[in-house]
């Protein structure tokens, strides 16, 4: 049986749901199921947009790209704290990570 990674399009479906969520129903099994997804997402996404991050040529860009990078470290770890403020923090990050991400695999050259 092989695992398949999700795409950027289920990733940023629930963002949007995260961030929905956040606004009207922030706990329950549902929100519970979106956080776990989200910080599933952080630990597929953290690497290749920590080497975006490295790779940019501007001081001030890279430093908030890297903290941004940091950021969604903490949060994959952390557990605690506001419901919807954990669905926004989660969803945002995501969000963020899903596009340094994206600019490694359009800019890798093939092999």
Do not use: W
Request: proline share 5%.
């Amino acid at each position: 049986m092989t695992e398949t990674h999700p795409s950027l399009i289920d990733m940023g479906r629930d963002v949007d749901l995260a961030l929905a969520l956040a606004q009207g129903r922030p706990t329950g099994p549902v929100a519970d199921e979106v956080r776990k997804r989200l910080r599933c997402y952080l630990g597929l996404l953290v690497d290749p947009a920590e080497e975006y991050a490295k790779g940019l040529a501007d001081s001030r860009a890279r430093d908030i790209a890297t903290a941004t990078v940091d950021h969604a470290r903490g949060l994959f770890r952390d557990q605690d704290g506001d419901p919807a403020a954990m669905l926004r923090l989660l969803g945002k990050a995501v969000y963020y990570l899903m596009r340094y991400a994206s600019h490694v695999q359009l800019y890798k050259p093939q092999q």
